[in-house]
């Protein structure tokens, strides 16, 4: 499966931006898929991840009630929305899928096998 982010752009301290990675190639229906960051100089980070159902959500700490990952397979799309960023949200956020991974509330792993090309994501203070 193909992955397309988009969405990304440049947002006041306290702003919204909506994330969507879009699928081509292969329905998105049976596709964990995840959401990670890479801010300048760390290491990339898991933000969300919706299993394929829908039932079953990851957020890390810090993006916890200010995130929230959501999927239209009709459109073959899954969405980041997320509110009161902050400069620390500031990185290139890609999304990712894969068949076998595992969502819980608690963990998901990180051995996605398709990803898509990022989008920044610029937060000022």
């Known amino acids: 499966v193909q992955l397309q982010a988009s969405g990304g752009g440049l947002v006041q301290a306290g702003g919204s931006l909506r994330l969507s990675c879009a699928a081509s190639g292969r329905t998105f229906s049976y596709y964990a898929v995840g959401w990670f960051r890479q801010a300048q100089g760390k290491e990339r980070e898991v933000v969300a991840a919706?299993?394929?159902?829908?039932?079953?959500?990851y957020y890390t700490d810090s993006v916890k009630g200010r995130f929230t990952i959501s999927r239209d397979d009709a459109k073959n799309t899954v969405y980041l929305q997320m509110t009161s960023l902050t400069p620390e949200d500031t990185a290139v956020y890609y999304c990712?899928?894969?068949?076998?991974?595992?969502?819980?509330?608690?963990?998901?792993?990180?051995?996605?096998?398709?990803w898509g090309r990022g989008t920044q994501v610029t937060v000022s203070s």
């Open positions: 919706i299993s394929w159902s829908g039932f079953s959500t």
């Open positions: 990712a899928a894969d068949r076998l991974v595992v969502v819980s509330a608690q963990r998901v792993s990180d051995d996605f096998g398709s």
